[in-house]
Structures are given as C-alpha cells and as structure tokens.
C-alpha cells in the first residue's frame, strides 16, 4: 500500500476539526436511553464519537480513545437504530492497531470505499495528562456526555509533539463478524511530507475511487489552529 500526498494548502474554514456525533442536536436527540444502556452492557465506557460510515446494511459509529477509552472501538448497528433501540443489532469490536503503533491514538474522520471493502480512517494523538488517566473512572453519567475535549483529542501538551496518521481496514465488511477489527496499515502524515508535523488530522472525504485505488481529501489543522486541505492519492 502507497499514500502519496499531491496537494496541501491553507484553507478558510471556521468550522471545529471535529464533533461529537451524539451531542450535535441536528444529528441526533437525547431519547437514547435503551440504546445507550445496551451500549454500556456491551462494555462501552464513555462515548467519544466523531465519525461513523456505513458499510452494506451496517451502520458503524468509531468510538474514540480518551483520558476513559483505552482503545478505540467500532459499534455496529443498523441505521435504523434510532427507531429500534431495543431490537436492533448491535456488535462493539476494538480496534486493534498494527504492532508498535502508539496505542495513544484517536479515530476522527473515516471513509468506506465499497469497491476495494476497505475503511480509510485519519487519526490523531490523544493527549492523556497522567492525573486524568489514573482518575479515569466514570462518576456520572459518561454515556450522555461523551464530551472528550478538543484539548484531549487534538493533543494540546506543547511538550509533546502533535502526530496524525492515515489507517488502513481492508477487508472491511468481513470483518463486521469477527471478533475484533484489526488496523492493516498505518502511515503517519508527516512521513508523507515533513512541513506536516504537527498537523492535527480530522474530517476525511473520499473523492475518487477505481480498483485499487482512492483519492481522498483530509482536513487537517496545523499547531496555530489554521486549517488546511490535503489531497492524497492512495494504491491499495
């Protein structure tokens, strides 16, 4: 697998880097009680949801790491969820890295491309103070608030250097049955450029695709908050 970079460039975009799915009121509305309990059940902590996709029938929302989630997880369900809370499918399989790979990392854009059966995902670094990490035991009602802040997911310790990644799921839609969802390839952005470290990746759009190969397009932020717009070809 190739990930070549043909264009960046600074864009004029006021909109956050991401959003969290369950708290955007035009989205979603609050009367998700039987569904979020199952969740719980299901071993789901804290809801921490920036992008969901949809492959076949399947709708998948990424739950995403934080100072409460120690790895990142795929719910599954039916987009008729809503509807159906009860009676719905509901599957959550943790997203399992490529070995070495910072386990600090959080999902915040994906895309589904049907004819390669693969999920491209952009991540970053999640910045975890200690203090929290220890402390990372829920009081309230975590499943509602789900409110993991920017802070966390854009990695706001100055100390530590900002990393964003472009991941690989092939075989995507096989994978909904099994057990766990594992990352096939993960490349880190600034590899595929250097003046990209630093960059904060987020939203994630597909532009093109043909048999073994995408285009893709990447919001991403660089440390002073600026947003630009990255341009990817990618060969599978």
Do not use: W
């Not at 460039?9 to 009367?31: A, G, V």
């Not at 952005?189 to 190969?213: D, N, Q, Y």
């Amino acid at each position: 697998m190739k990930i070549k970079l043909t264009d960046h460039k600074k864009i004029k975009d006021s909109s956050p880097l991401i959003n969290d799915l369950f708290i955007r009121s035009e989205t979603y509305d609050s009367n998700l009680d039987i569904f979020l309990g199952r969740l719980r059940q299901s071993g789901v902590v804290m809801l921490n949801v920036f992008t969901s996709a949809t492959i076949e029938d399947h709708l998948i929302f990424f739950n995403s790491v934080n100072a409460y989630n120690i790895i990142n997880q795929a719910i599954i369900t039916s987009q008729e969820f809503k509807s159906d809370q009860a009676g719905s499918p509901l599957t959550v399989l943790s997203l399992y890295m490529p070995d070495g790979a910072d386990p600090a990392i959080g999902v915040t854009g994906v895309i589904y491309s049907p004819l390669n059966d693969c999920l491209i995902f952009a991540a970053s670094s999640v910045h975890i103070p200690a203090e929290e990490n220890e402390a990372a035991k829920p009081k309230a009602d975590t499943m509602t608030a789900g409110r993991s802040s920017e802070r966390e997911t854009a990695g706001a310790d100055k100390k530590t250097t900002r990393k964003s990644y472009i991941g690989i799921i092939e075989n995507a839609a096989r994978k909904i049955g099994r057990k766990k969802m594992r990352v096939n390839s993960l490349t880190e952005l600034s590899t595929l450029e250097k003046s990209m470290k630093g960059f904060l990746a987020g939203r994630i759009f597909l532009r093109e695709e043909k048999e073994g190969k995408l285009k893709i397009s990447l919001r991403a932020d660089n440390e002073k908050g600026a947003a630009h717009l990255l341009k990817m070809k990618i060969k599978l």
